[in-house]
């Protein structure tokens, strides 16, 4: 079974500072990546995803994430936040497995406050 | 407008006392997920249904079942909530099983 590790439970910053939050999986066979938020109030949604190709992806708002396949990592990066992005940040994994896959499994999150 | 919607927004049940979440989509997918997510946690996977296929987690207690009646809807039956089962439920689906999901709301339930 895959497991997901996000290093930072609680991440503070300023206003236009760069951001990078870190994500790490377990699991040796092929799996799509994602990274989904969940504002205040909000039900989660998807950031951006990974599935194959260009192992860097754009998502929305100006996040974007680098799949290293050698670190099995994916870590999330901005580079400059705005208070608006004060969320929840998830990072989940999909492995796929016998012509399908297996559902998400998620990380614990990361609480991101952005200070005005 | 919403797309995945869950009733109730909250559900407040008795030690023991069965209680059913609702979990409706309007976009016609085929993957429908129920996750539980307990405060300062990761949602966890507790079961899902490929059409009419249900795939259920391995740690996923027995206390917890699900039904799919057509592709629109699918519930959540806790037949005998403990205390520790106050959590929030999220519904989610996807067109297919490696697609991106679309969550609801979710369903925060309190067990007295």
């Known amino acids: 079974a895959q497991s997901v590790s996000q290093h930072n439970h609680h991440v503070i910053l300023s206003e236009a500072a760069s951001l990078e939050l870190g994500c790490n999986y377990s699991y040796g066979g092929t799996v799509n990546l994602f990274w989904y938020v969940q504002y205040p109030g909000q039900h989660l949604q998807l950031l951006l995803k990974?599935?194959?190709?260009?192992?860097l992806v754009k998502g929305i708002k100006g996040f974007e994430a680098e799949f290293i396949k050698s670190k099995f990592s994916f870590n999330l990066r901005k580079p400059s936040v705005q208070w608006s992005d004060t969320a929840e940040y998830f990072c989940?994994?999909?492995?796929?497995?016998?012509?399908?896959?297996?559902?998400?499994?998620f990380g614990k999150g990361t609480h991101l406050i952005i200070q005005p | 407008d919403a797309m995945v919607i869950q009733n109730p927004r909250y559900q407040v049940t008795q030690f023991g006392k069965p209680v059913t979440l609702s979990c409706s989509q309007t976009?016609?997918?085929?993957?429908m997920y129920w996750y539980q997510q307990k405060s300062s946690q990761a949602p966890k996977l507790l079961f899902h249904y490929y059409d009419k296929d249900f795939n259920n987690e391995a740690d996923t207690p027995d206390n917890f079942q699900s039904r799919r009646p057509n592709t629109s809807f699918c519930f959540l039956d806790i037949r005998s909530p403990g205390l520790g089962d106050a959590a929030m439920y999220l519904c989610a689906t996807s067109r297919t099983a490696v697609e991106k999901l679309f969550f609801g709301s979710g369903t925060q339930l309190s067990v007295l």
């Open positions: 989940a994994v999909n492995a796929q497995s016998g012509g399908g896959a297996d559902g998400l499994t």
């Open positions: 976009l016609n997918h085929n993957v």
């Open positions: 990974y599935f194959s190709g260009d192992p």
